[in-house]
């Protein structure tokens, strides 16, 4: 009774002290615009809050007067005196936020592209820093982007860092992915490999999409749209983190972050490891990983400042790399976790498919302030990757059914074929593992240089240049008991009885050129941003094959050959009262076709009908802004043409000939919708609706395959024209809540539906008229749910994280290959993971 009766005193105590109202609006100095996000507090208590989209706050006082405290990282803080009646309010007005001259943390800025709300006429989605923290757990690093409109993240196979990501229908190889404003894409295939940042989470500060032709400084765009990662800077304020996490699957990791803060000489320091190991969800799929991060930044007196960054991931980690019919996942004992790709050596977990790299990535940044009008800002970068996929070579013993598994759909026992292999004694392994790889080392730079010409209107123009060499082969990696395995593929040594670590199979480089310029012009007045941009870009190819041809021969090494892209866009944003604004954008370009679509074969034959591949994109929308409600509503519609795509055939001498097929199109066009209301400061919900319409645009008839010779080896129709594009879910939608339900705790939910889902195909796979539309996987949506908990330990502020994936334990395929019959039956899947989990605990010093 005592107990209840002291609790209503010290309600009754805070409803007595409880003063009244702060309120006020925080603007940006440079931007003349509010500042949404900025912290208010009153000092030395927990009594705080931050501003809405309109940079807008009201704080409730437990006291008549005193001060509070408004800041922004990268932005002077400003402390400001309150005295308010009882029960009544004070408006402080506007509060100028001026940025902080001493803060490093915004160094390298100006050397990438993120959208300004309200401002930057494209369709666009920020992530920031504390959500990837309290969302990721283990998931992969592109999930996080799940509940983004036109978004479309899975695990694919479900090994570590094996995810993918698509975005309006669009492949992975078709969105572009810059951090801190370097391209990461593949130089020869587009590709994006996130394990080779599976660490990137620890040190994101923030994630930006921009769906479509977005904003990027880069000489082309990208056709489905653009992600921007920026890293953290070096922290201008000493101190730092440790973090440890757990969840299913044997998964842990551990990390640990120290910035030494802002010396008097201006410079500063933070670096950043962590270690994450796992059995994996999949079975066969366990993992190492290992992430750093470096950055030292360093102020040049008044108008330089210098930025070093190093970052990457080096892993190791078993894969699936093989699709199987639903039927074989439900006759498996381990159900949608089966995974062929896998077995038993000498007792021990041995992957056939795995996968193992490490790609440095280090870049110099260098920001000039030239004068009051004038910035020049460049980046140079250096990758060098190193490491590939592993798989087998010979003869194949990994079926379903094989012998050497010990029974139907059980891992495979390579003991079976070491002891094989060594009964053939000098006639060498008859099956061994190999590994596939792709070292590359690459250069790079950027530079972007900004004038005001007039006070309304702003001049960028820039330079991007590239230069990539990859490093393609085949190396042996275990004989299985063998004394050598012969290969007969190099030309120059046609008798390899190859040991481990000598190259089989094929052995060739491949070197990309770019260069690229761009020149933007920007106009802003009032409520009124309009920008056009023309860019241009070379990219010369060359391929050099040191096993298909003899070292005397010329032909070894080809020329280079160009193909020269470009692109023009425009758009305008225009906010026609403080909460209501609307924007369109339109673009044009052309984009060289990929590395494999120039040379044919897997040798130096140069396609001469390779043509660049066209876009032309449009998009329309409209932006809500007030107090409590975000909104954004899109319009778009892309049309891709001259899609390269080739075509496998048999010439008379059964040899296998490939050819390039010209006049494939698609049609991309949808609507967006996402939402974020607020209707109390503890609680935000978040919504989206995404309703895409993506088909392939026509029939392509009549296409003539020639041979070599120039002679007719058939003629094909490919019947294409209104299927539906694969791979990705046409509708998707969701909705999620935050809410801060007891003092420091929150509590987030979110679920995500997917619909209009076709499996993937090879459209030159549809060459009867009476094919069946591809077929349709069943709808399916998830839940996931998360807790974070604030509080302090030994004077430390500490963090408690904690995350339940899927948690109705939905089973649902989040892959599919189309199979002959184009339905469920003969179709290849990979099911989604039901439910998983994570816990985790940061302490901050």
């Avoid at 000092?43 to 704080?59: A, E, M, R, Y």
């Avoid at 592109?142 to 899975?154: M, Q």
């Avoid at 029974?407 to 292999?421: A, S």
């Amino acid at each position: 009774m005592r107990k209840l009766l002291l609790l209503a005193m010290l309600l009754a105590s805070a409803t007595i002290f409880a003063q009244g109202t702060v309120t006020g609006t925080v603007m940006d100095s440079d931007m003349n615009g509010p500042l949404p996000g900025a912290t208010v507090m009153v000092p030395g208590t927990n009594v705080g809050t931050t501003t809405d989209f309109d940079g807008k706050f009201s704080l409730k006082v437990d006291r008549a007067s005193g001060k509070i405290e408004v800041s922004f990282v990268g932005y002077e803080s400003k402390t400001l005196n309150f005295a308010v009646p009882t029960g009544g309010t004070q408006d402080l007005g506007e509060i100028v936020l001026s940025p902080d001259a001493d803060a490093l943390d915004e160094i390298v800025i100006t050397t990438f592209s993120l959208a300004i709300d309200r401002k930057t006429p494209v369709a666009v989605s920020n992530i920031s820093a504390a959500e990837i923290e309290t969302k990721i757990g283990n998931q992969e690093f592109p999930e996080v982007l799940k509940s983004t409109p036109g978004v479309y993240a899975n695990k694919a196979g479900g090994g570590f860092g094996d995810a993918e990501l698509r975005m309006r229908g669009f492949e992975g190889e078709n969105i572009a992915v810059m951090i801190n404003g370097v391209p990461v894409n593949d130089m020869e295939n587009g590709r994006v490999y996130w394990s080779n940042w599976a660490g990137l989470s620890d040190v994101t500060k923030r994630m930006q999409t921009q769906r479509g032709l977005g904003a990027a400084k880069v000489a082309v765009p990208s056709i489905g749209g653009t992600v921007n990662i920026v890293t953290k800077s070096t922290d201008a304020k000493k101190g730092g983190n440790i973090y440890a996490a757990t969840g299913n699957d044997g998964y842990t990791k551990f990390g640990a972050t120290v910035s030494t803060g802002l010396s008097e000489n201006g410079l500063a320091a933070t670096v950043s490891a962590s270690k994450t190991t796992g059995d994996g969800y999949v079975n066969g799929t366990e993992f190492t990983g290992y992430s750093y991060f470096v950055n030292v930044a360093k102020k040049l007196g008044e108008d330089h400042e210098l930025s070093f960054t190093a970052f990457g991931a080096p892993q190791r980690h078993g894969q699936r790399q093989n699709r199987h019919l639903i039927e074989t996942y439900r006759e498996s004992e381990s159900g949608i976790k089966f995974n062929s790709d896998w077995g038993y050596l000498d007792g021990q977990v041995t992957h056939i498919e795995d996968n193992f790299y490490h790609k440095p990535q280090m870049s110099l940044n260098h920001y000039w302030d030239i004068n009051e009008k004038t910035q020049l800002s460049t980046a140079l970068y250096a990758s060098f990757g190193t490491g590939g996929g592993g798989g087998w070579a010979g003869t194949n013993k990994f079926g379903l059914d094989s012998k050497y598994r010990d029974g139907y759909l059980q891992p495979v026992n390579l003991d079976l074929i070491v002891d094989e292999n060594i009964e053939r004694g000098a006639q060498g392994s008859e099956t061994i593992l190999r590994a596939s790889r792709n070292d590359h080392n690459w250069y790079g730079g950027l530079s972007t240089l900004s004038t005001d010409l007039t006070d309304d209107i702003e001049l960028l123009a820039g330079v991007d240049l590239r230069y990539y060499k990859g490093k393609h082969f085949q190396e042996v990696t275990d004989l299985l008991g063998g004394q050598y395995y012969y290969d007969d593929s190099n030309e120059n040594d046609p008798v390899n009885l190859a040991q481990v670590g000598d190259k089989i199979s094929y052995y060739n480089d491949g070197i990309v050129l770019w260069e690229g310029g761009f020149l933007q012009a920007e106009y802003a007045k009032n409520d009124l941003d309009v920008f056009i941009s023309v860019a241009a870009s070379n990219t010369s190819y060359k391929r050099i094959d040191y096993f298909n041809y003899l070292d005397s021969d010329p032909n070894q090494e080809t020329d280079f050959y160009n193909f020269f892209g470009y692109s023009a866009k425009g758009g305008a944003n225009y906010n026609f009262s403080n909460t209501s604004g609307v924007f369109a954008n339109i673009g044009y370009f052309e984009k060289a076709p990929f590395f494999d679509a120039v040379f044919l074969n897997f040798v130096n034959d140069v396609n001469p009908d390779a043509e660049n591949q066209k876009i032309f994109s449009t998009e329309l929308g409209y932006t809500f802004r007030n107090s409590v409600l975000s909104a954004n509503f899109n319009a778009y519609r892309t049309v891709w043409s001259d899609r390269s795509l080739i075509y496998s055939y048999n010439n008379p001498d059964g040899s296998l000939g490939v050819a390039n097929i010209l006049g494939v199109a698609a049609l991309h066009q949808g609507l967006e919708f996402d939402f974020e209301y607020r209707p109390i400061d503890k609680l935000s919900i978040t919504g989206f609706a995404s309703l895409g319409d993506y088909t392939w645009k026509d029939d392509v008839t009549g296409v003539q395959i020639f041979d070599e010779e120039q002679e007719l080896v058939e003629e094909i129709n490919l019947y294409i024209g209104d299927t539906k594009v694969g791979g990705t879910p046409q509708t998707t939608a969701g909705l999620g809540f935050d809410y801060e339900f007891l003092a420091d705790m929150r509590l987030r939910a979110n679920y995500n539906y997917f619909a209009d889902f076709y499996s993937d195909f090879d459209p030159v796979s549809r060459t009867s008229p009476d094919t069946p539309e591809v077929w349709e996987l069943p709808d399916f949506g998830t839940l996931d749910v998360g807790l974070t908990y604030k509080f302090a330990v030994a004077g430390f502020d500490t963090t408690l994280n904690a995350n339940v994936y899927n948690l109705t334990n939905t089973e649902y395929i989040a892959n599919a290959q189309n199979g002959l019959g184009n339905n469920a039956r003969t179709a290849r899947v990979w099911y989604g993971f039901e439910r998983t989990y994570t816990v985790g605990a940061k302490l901050n010093f």
